[in-house]
């Protein structure tokens, strides 16, 4: 029973760890005028602030291309930059402000070859 409880108490505080994580980022990146990435319209021109979760080369089509999902505390979206393998300064962990068009591929809310600038 005290395995049960010391586990349940384990889990509940890194699921409550988590939480903070998301609602911290919500203060820091979603401010009026600013988009959030889970209101954010698609097909729209929109700027989206945020943290890298993850950075890695996936090849579409045989074109290189740098993906990376942009995390703000209120959901997620898949960055793609076409024909890159590398791009300097885009790593994870690295906060940074997107500018471009929201669209869907596989189910998946992506942007292609945003603008973007890094968040010191």
């Known amino acids: ?3 049960k409880s010391r586990l349940r108490r384990s889990i509940s505080k890194w699921a409550n760890s988590s939480d903070q994580h ?3 980022l919500r203060k820091t990146y979603c401010e009026p005028g600013h988009d959030t990435i889970a209101a954010a319209p698609d097909r729209e021109r929109v700027v989206l602030r945020g943290t890298l979760r993850t950075v890695t080369l996936r090849p579409r089509g045989g074109v290189p291309a740098l993906e990376a999902e942009l ?3 209120s959901g997620v979206i898949t960055i793609v930059w ?3 393998r590398r791009i300097v300064g885009i790593s994870p962990g690295v906060s940074m402000q997107v ?3 929201i669209g869907c591929h596989d189910d998946v809310r992506v942007m292609y ?3 973007y ?3 010191p």
């Open 1 to 3: 029973m005290g395995e």
């Open 22 to 24: 998301a609602r911290d």
């Open 71 to 73: 995390f703000d505390g």
């Open 82 to 84: 076409l024909g890159r």
């Open 99 to 101: 500018q471009g068009r």
């Open 113 to 115: 070859n945003p603008r």
């Open 117 to 119: 600038e890094l968040i």
